[in-house]
């Protein structure tokens, strides 16, 4: 991975512009979402027993949206963060 990471800018109402904090995931989203339906077709494809079948799904399926859940609440701390730091005081001005 390169360090340019959360360089894309996003155009506010107010005409100032800032980081897109969530546009990198965009891509790990994607990324999951084909995971996860490559992996059902996998394992629907194994002919297991329906029960096994139906917990490796909800592992799956668990696993991909945890993932995505621990990322966005990562992206939105940095987000938060980097909005605080641009005030100074840490509190919210408009």
Do not use: C, N
């Amino acid at each position: 991975m390169s360090g340019k990471r959360g360089d894309e800018m996003v155009a506010r109402d107010d005409g100032d512009r800032r980081p897109a904090a969530f546009a990198g995931l965009r891509y790990e989203l994607g990324v999951v979402m084909i995971f996860g339906v490559v992996a059902a077709l996998l394992i629907v494809g194994l002919d297991l027993g329906r029960w096994v079948e139906l917990v490796l799904l909800a592992v799956v399926g668990f696993g991909a949206g945890g993932w995505i859940a621990v990322r966005v609440r990562l992206a939105e701390q940095r987000a938060l963060a980097d909005e605080q730091a641009e005030t100074g005081d840490g509190t919210h001005q408009e």
